[in-house]
């Protein structure tokens, strides 16, 4: 019995450790309560029940000359609830209260030619740090938490030994380990916690056997489990959180019954719920806990109330 304990004692210490399973900053513990999803027409962040589904208005649109939204991105919801959107073609990451609706200017607005934005596609926030993928630099930028206005980054992973091949979203574990999708490189990278400069990845999950396709993510579930929406393959991947190389996902939802039309944003919550903007439909779609294969959404938000034209990725809280 004693034997039994210490190898259950080493096993836990060991499992620990690990950096994939390190906490998840934006993963909720429950059921998420709101999606905020980034409209492309007329550029607008609108957010909607995450129980919802059907044909309904949404609870809140932040839109309007005084928002500084131009092309808004992947958003992200931080800690306290206040909502993050990169700005494409503003060159720009702003936030505003999660509760803010209508023509409300941005709170914090990291902008100008020091910051080197040239077309952000993610942001992502931690108590220390602001993180952004830059889709036209290929680089990571990385700010303190308190940046505001035209501040240049503290770090920036940037150059050709990075690997970096139009990054588009971005994710960061508890430890400072960064997590990144490669729309045209076909590719999950991992960067170690203060890389900076022309550094390689400390993981590539790629090749043939991935079949990644213009990746969009990756969302790190309770679990540090990895999950992308495929655009080109209209599928939804999982990779366990020690994927590493030419390996496998876990599980694929693709297939007609799904509707999966150019996915371009996903998100899982504490229970499982699989959240998808689906931009070749205008829809968001939400699959069940443990969904896989050719299954149908349980929820789908979409048609003339929601104001959904076109869709450019979301977020959960």
């Not at 027409?41 to 928002?67: K, L, M, Q, R």
Request: aromatic content about 8%.
């Amino acid at each position: 019995m004693k034997r039994f304990l210490l190898v259950s004692l080493i096993a836990a210490v060991a499992l620990t450790a690990c950096h994939s399973i390190n906490a998840v900053p934006n993963a909720p513990t429950l059921r998420a309560s709101t999606i905020a999803l980034s409209v492309m027409t007329p550029g607008e962040v609108s957010t909607f029940p995450a129980t919802g589904t059907g044909n309904i208005a949404p609870s809140t649109t932040i839109v309007g000359g005084s928002t500084d939204m131009d092309e808004p991105l992947i958003p992200f919801f931080d800690a306290s609830g206040n909502l993050w959107v990169p700005q494409y073609s503003g060159h720009a990451i702003t936030e505003y209260p999660g509760t803010a609706t209508g023509n409300i200017a941005p709170s914090v607005n990291i902008t100008g030619g020091s910051t080197t934005f040239s077309g952000l596609t993610a942001v992502y926030v931690t108590s220390s740090n602001i993180y952004a993928a830059d889709y036209t630099l290929n680089a990571i930028d990385v700010f303190p938490s308190s940046a505001n206005g035209n501040v240049a980054p503290s770090r920036q992973i940037i150059g050709g030994s990075t690997g970096l091949s139009e990054p588009w979203g971005l994710s960061v574990d508890s430890g400072g380990t960064i997590y990144v999708a490669n729309f045209t490189g076909a590719s999950i990278e991992e960067f170690a916690p203060g890389a900076n400069g022309n550094v390689a990845p400390s993981v590539t999950i790629s090749g043939v056997a991935t079949t990644l396709a213009d990746p969009i993510g990756p969302w790190r579930d309770a679990h540090g489990h990895l999950w992308v929406a495929n655009y080109t393959g209209a599928s939804i991947l999982e990779f366990a959180a020690s994927a590493s190389g030419n390996v496998a996902p876990m599980n694929t939802i693709s297939g007609g019954s799904t509707g999966l039309s150019d996915p371009d944003g996903i998100a899982v919550d504490g229970k499982g719920y699989i959240y998808v903007s689906n931009s070749g439909s205008s829809a968001i779609e939400v699959f069940a806990p443990g969904a896989t294969g050719n299954v149908a959404p349980v929820q789908t938000i979409s048609g003339g109330s929601t104001g959904i034209i076109g869709t450019y990725g979301l977020a959960i809280r």
